[in-house]
């Protein structure tokens, strides 16, 4: 069965320093792989995705994710974190086929010290 | 991407009633969906939306607690019924298969914060 794994549910960087966010996930096949993110009291947003190709995909925000087969691992990465940046980001993966049905992981909740 | 509303964005209700929530997009969209966020977890999915036809739940769900409709490419209601305080959460709705895009990747609305006294 699918699965996607966040193994930090909360994170606290400085502004202006890197950031990366850690996403494991199970699958079968070729996942499609995503980010997105919920500020407070807020839908959830679309960062980035993965379906094929460039391993290294550019999102929204200054953000980016590498997408590593061998080590079932999307993590996501910004050079240098901004206060707005605070928020839940949940990495999900996406079932190939008919249902198009997303799987999420538990989210990591981010902090960001001025 | 598309404008997604939905409406109410918050409501308080009494158990043993019922709340319906509408999701509207500003373009026709291929698929649509229901999920549940409950308090400080991550997205479930509740059903597909399917239009024209009855909705696809996954497991755990049934057409009787959460009855939805679909009666076009841009527009979807779920139905919390016989509330409970367990079902207070958020319902986010998301859609994919926007023209112009994939059929992939999801757009979420803004949620209806729920909650059951």
């Known amino acids: 069965a699918q699965s996607v794994t966040q193994p930090d549910i909360h994170i606290t960087v400085s502004e202006g320093a890197s950031l990366e966010l850690r996403c494991n996930y199970s699958?079968?096949?070729?996942?499609?792989l995503f980010w997105y993110v919920q500020s407070p009291g807020q839908g959830l947003q679309l960062l980035l995705k993965y379906f094929s190709g460039d391993t290294l995909v550019q999102g929204i925000k200054g953000f980016e994710a590498e997408f590593k087969r061998s080590q079932s691992s999307f993590n996501l990465r910004k050079p240098s974190v901004h206060w707005s940046d605070a928020a839940e980001y949940f990495c999900a993966v996406g079932a190939a086929g008919a249902t198009n049905k997303l799987i999420f992981g538990t989210g990591t909740l981010l902090a960001v010290q001025p | 991407s598309a404008v997604i509303s939905q409406k109410p964005s918050r409501d308080i209700c009494q158990r043993g009633t019922s709340l319906t929530i509408q999701c509207q997009v500003d373009?026709?969209?291929?698929?649509m969906f229901w999920y549940r966020q409950q308090p400080g977890q991550s997205l479930t999915l509740i059903a597909t939306?399917?239009?024209?036809?009855?909705?696809?739940?996954e497991s755990g769900f049934v057409i009787d607690k959460f009855p939805i409709s679909r009666p076009n490419l841009t527009f979807s209601t779920l139905t919390v019924s016989n509330m409970s305080p367990e079902d207070s959460s958020i319902y986010l709705c998301s859609v994919a298969g926007l023209a112009g895009g994939g059929s992939y990747e999801q757009y979420f609305g803004p949620g209806t914060r729920l909650t059951v006294t």
């Open positions: 939306a399917n239009q024209g036809s009855e909705a696809t739940y």
């Open positions: 699958y079968g096949a070729t996942p499609y």
């Open positions: 373009s026709q969209v291929t698929m």
